[in-house]
Nanobody, 126 residues
Framework: QVLLAESGGGLVQAGDSLKLSCAASGRGIKDYAMAWFRQAPGKEREFVATISAGSTTTNYADSVKERFTISKDSAKNMVWLQMNNLKPEDTGVYFC???????????????????WGQGTQVTVSS
């Protein structure tokens, strides 16, 4: 079993940067695609970014392309989300997730992820 714990959220101003971390404990994440999702107040959870098991493929939501970067270090059981040029619409709780199947292609579909962290709050003021 894998447990995920996010950290690094906070209150920032528009244009600032933040780096979110996701620490995995228990079984390793080497063989799994990982992803970040976020949920704004009153809205459904939405896809942000995903990375393949071997870190060779990444995909991003159009709203964060060119601003966010997902990375993974399987040896350290860590996943990160570097967020630059933050905007007020980036506000929300950010969740790290592990795909349910080994070597599955990274996907934006939340139903393909079976392990989630508790989230970290990101608030961007204008």
């Amino acid at each position: 079993q894998v447990l995920l714990a996010e950290s690094g959220g906070g209150l920032v101003q528009a244009g600032d940067s933040l780096k979110l971390s996701c620490a995995a404990s228990g079984r390793g994440i080497k063989d799994y695609a990982m992803a970040w999702f976020r949920q704004a107040p009153g809205k459904e959870r939405e896809f942000v970014a995903t990375i393949s098991a071997g870190s060779t493929t990444t995909n991003y939501a159009d709203s964060v392309k060119e601003r966010f970067t997902i990375s993974k270090d399987s040896a350290k059981n860590m996943v990160w989300l570097q967020m630059n040029n933050l905007k007020p619409e980036d506000t929300g709780v950010y969740f790290c997730a592990k795909n349910s199947r080994r070597y599955y292609n990274p996907t934006a579909d939340p139903t393909t992820y079976d392990t989630w962290g508790q989230g970290t709050q990101v608030t961007v003021s204008s």
